[in-house]
């Protein structure tokens, strides 16, 4: 009997992503781990990048084949023109976006071959307006996505809150696979092993953490404000937010105006969050949209109570009240009161802990991830 490695040995699969900058981010490492189980399961493996990137650099030194293509919003058409040429001479038989522009291009450059077009979707559809953009980059995201509605053969979502919204949205049921993202539970608790960022919170008080990006969507200014609530209850708890952003200044003069002083401090952007992840005492999500949240993930897999917002995919990874405790978003206060129940009740932190590490390891591992990924380029290649 055919096995789902014989069905797509051979075939080429090409990779689009927009990650700018030396580092990488959750989804990257998601990818590179994607990347390596096709190139072992006989795939030959092509992936676009930005100039410089540093996915490019990883890329390569894992086995694929990289194509450095300015994917910036003012070069659009120059990018589907050059992913197109991409696709001939490489004999593209899959590609995959990853990402709300890189589907668009992948849809787009793909419209004239024969390849199959598979979207990853890793955010609620309506996330993007929490972002604050402006009428322009509006109007230029509404006509991106009219212009690449048709061309898919699938849809990847992350979570069953994607697949909902999707649906609603009216995506064909028949077109979307549900692959929930997955950690690689070895390689975090060695990597958690390494030293801990310079600048924490002097002091041996319990340590409550957010790991995220610093924009409007992640909710951080909310963590700030229950940061300075539980401060002034009185009971000592040390903060800390690793992470770089467009809202890092007005971050920064919230946390002063709030009188936080040493209790709270900012790390900025940080390679790897999983020393901090593991230093920590409670690991904090306050995410206005979130469709699923690796963070969340690989705090649990550490052994992490988590305190996050109920909202989109993150009620799929928490368990409220068995892996950390569930709140609404945008609410401080009830933010704060977590923080303290956690931070004052070890026993019921470490029970919490203990239930994110099994529900990480039986649920949500990288092997089940790739596997599922693979079943999916099987049948897009038996159409």
């Given at each position: 009997m055919a096995t789902v490695n014989d069905s797509i040995e051979g075939a080429?699969?090409?990779f689009i992503n927009n990650f700018p900058g030396p580092g990488i981010g959750g989804g990257e490492v998601q990818l590179l781990a994607l990347l390596r189980a096709t190139r072992d399961a006989g795939m030959r493996v092509s992936v676009v990048a930005q100039p410089g990137s540093g996915l490019a650099e990883k890329a390569l030194h894992a086995g694929a084949e990289v194509f450095e293509v300015d994917m910036a919003p003012t070069h659009t058409m120059s990018a589907v023109r050059r992913i197109r040429d991409i696709i001939a001479t490489t004999e593209t038989d899959i590609v995959q976006g990853t990402g709300f522009l890189t589907?668009?291009?992948?849809?787009?450059?793909?419209?004239?071959?024969?390849?199959?077009?598979?979207?990853?979707?890793?955010?609620?559809?309506?996330?993007?307006?929490l972002e604050r953009p402006s009428l322009a980059a509006s109007l230029a995201r509404f006509a991106l996505e009219r212009a690449a509605a048709d061309r898919v053969d699938c849809i990847v979502a992350v979570s069953a809150a994607v697949t909902a919204a999707l649906i609603e949205r009216g995506c064909d049921p028949?077109?979307?696979?549900?692959?929930?993202?997955?950690?690689d539970v070895v390689a975090l608790r060695e990597a958690a092993a390494g030293p801990l960022p310079p600048g924490l919170p002097p002091g041996e008080a319990p340590l409550v953490v957010v790991a995220a990006r610093l924009t409007p969507v992640k909710g951080v200014e909310h963590f700030v404000r229950a940061a300075a609530i539980v401060t002034q209850r009185g009971p000592g708890v040390r903060f800390a937010v690793?992470?770089?952003?467009?809202?890092?200044?007005?971050?920064?003069?919230?946390?002063?105006?709030?009188?936080?002083?040493?209790?709270?401090?900012?790390?900025?952007?940080?390679?790897?969050?999983?020393?901090?992840?593991?230093?920590?005492?409670?690991?904090?999500?306050?995410?206005?949209?979130?469709?699923?949240?690796l963070v969340a993930l690989e705090a649990m897999a550490l052994?992490?109570?988590?305190?996050?917002?109920?909202?989109?995919?993150?009620?799929?990874?928490?368990?409220?009240?068995?892996?950390?405790?569930?709140?609404?978003?945008?609410?401080?206060a009830a933010l704060a009161d977590s923080i303290i129940s956690l931070t004052t009740d070890t026993v019921r932190a470490g029970k919490m802990g203990a239930a994110g590490q099994d529900r990480a390891e039986s649920r949500f591992t990288l092997g089940r991830m790739t596997e599922a990924y693979l079943r999916l380029y099987a049948d897009l290649l038996s159409g």
């Open positions: 080429s699969i090409l589907n668009a291009l992948a849809r787009l450059a793909a419209r004239e071959s024969a390849a199959r077009v598979a979207a990853a979707v890793h955010a609620l559809p309506s996330a993007w307006r028949q077109r979307i696979r549900e692959i929930p993202n997955g950690v690793a992470g770089a952003g467009p809202e890092e200044r007005r971050l920064r003069a919230l946390a002063d105006a709030s009188g936080l002083g040493e209790r709270l401090r900012f790390l900025g952007y940080m390679p790897s969050a999983a020393p901090l992840l593991a230093h920590a005492d409670v690991v904090v999500v306050p995410s206005l949209s979130e469709s699923f949240s052994g992490k109570p988590v305190v996050a917002t109920a909202v989109g995919g993150l009620p799929e990874v928490v368990a409220d009240q068995v892996t950390g405790v569930l709140i609404p978003p945008a609410d401080p």
